[in-house]
Structure formats: structure tokens, C-alpha cells
């Protein structure tokens, strides 16, 4: 199956149970209310912004400036005889995603423009480059952005190899 928006999955075992691996979590995730500005506050010890509850959570590698290709890891924590099950979904923020479906359509729309009613093939071939190449900058990108992300959560948690992964 084709996506249209990139997302990466992944889930490990961990020899925490879940109420450690949250509190850790809790100690390394900054809850940020970008709605109101007085309650930003900056914790030195975090490395992600996000929320945090029970069983689940949804946080972002912490910014200093913005970046549209930022993942938003969606993350559930599973218990287990000994241990716990921590399943990762990175995927774009709503906003990003909408963004590139936006121009997706615009460019797609523009190639049926140029082809039917302008009959002009150099323009619409460049309408569907611009658009496919949209795309493409967006996926790479994307994955970059994850593997940094991805990175940062395994030395937070202290994950090791052994992953289970899909793209």
C-alpha cells in the first residue's frame, strides 16, 4: 500500500515496567501550552516537548527554532510478565501533513490544467515534477528528521539493539 504521508514504526521490550518507563519519560518531557505564553517554561533536563498519560504519550525532540519535518512520536506502553512493550509511531504533525496534501493537490490540479485546457505538455510536466519532487524532499527529509528523533529517544530510555521496525 502507497502512503501519501510518511510514518515509521517501531516497538521494543523493556526490562522496566511501565510506570518506570513513564516516570522516566515524565523526567525528560517538557509539557509546553504554545497557546498561552506565560506558561512556557524551559526544564534544563528535557530533551522532548509533549504530554504524558497513563499508558501513552506524544512528545517531539525538543526545538529551539522550527522545523516542519519534525516527527511526532506517538508512543503506548504495554505491561508484560517482566517488563514492557514500548510501541513507536513517528509521523508528521497534522499541520505538516495537511500542508503537503495541499500542495500534492495543488500541483496534481495544475498538471490536469495545463494538459486539458492549455494543452501545453512542458507546463503540466513541470507542474507533476515540482509536485512529485515536493514529495520527495518531504519523505527524505522525514526519515532524516526520524533517525535523529529515534536516536535521541533510545539514549534517553537506554534502548539497545533489537529493534522491531517498519516503514
Known amino acids: 500500500m502507497v502512503r501519501l ?26 509539557w509546553v501550552n504554545f497557546l498561552d505564553r506565560t506558561e512556557i517554561t524551559r526544564q ?6 509533549g504530554s504524558l498519560k497513563e499508558d501513552c504519550f506524544r512528545i517531539s525532540k525538543k526545538i529551539d527554532k522550527a522545523d516542519s519535518f519534525l516527527p511526532l ?6 505491561p508484560l510478565s517482566k ?21 500534492g493537490i495543488i500541483s496534481f490540479a495544475l498538471t490536469v490544467v ?8 512542458k507546463l503540466a510536466l513541470t507542474s507533476l515534477l ?27 530510555m537506554g534502548l539497545k539493539a533489537g529493534k522491531n521496525a517498519s516503514w
Open 83 to 103: 517488563g514492557c512493550l514500548i510501541s513507536l509511531e513517528y509521523s508528521f504533525f497534522p499541520s505538516t501533513a495537511f500542508l503537503l496534501g495541499f500542495w
Open 130 to 156: 515540482a509536485g512529485m519532487a515536493n514529495y520527495g524532499f518531504a519523505f527524505w527529509h522525514f526519515r532524516r528528521k526520524v533517525r535523529e528523533s529515534q536516536a535521541l529517544f533510545h539514549e534517553a
Open 114 to 121: 495545463f494538459l486539458s485546457v492549455m494543452q501545453d505538455w
Open 5 to 30: 504521508v510518511p510514518k515509521y514504526s517501531e516497538s521494543f521490550v523493556s526490562t522496566m515496567d511501565n510506570r518506570q518507563v513513564m516516570k522516566k519519560l515524565d523526567g525528560i518531557t517538557q
Open 44 to 49: 534544563e533536563t528535557a530533551v522532548f516537548n
Open 73 to 78: 512520536i506517538k508512543g503506548e506502553v504495554a
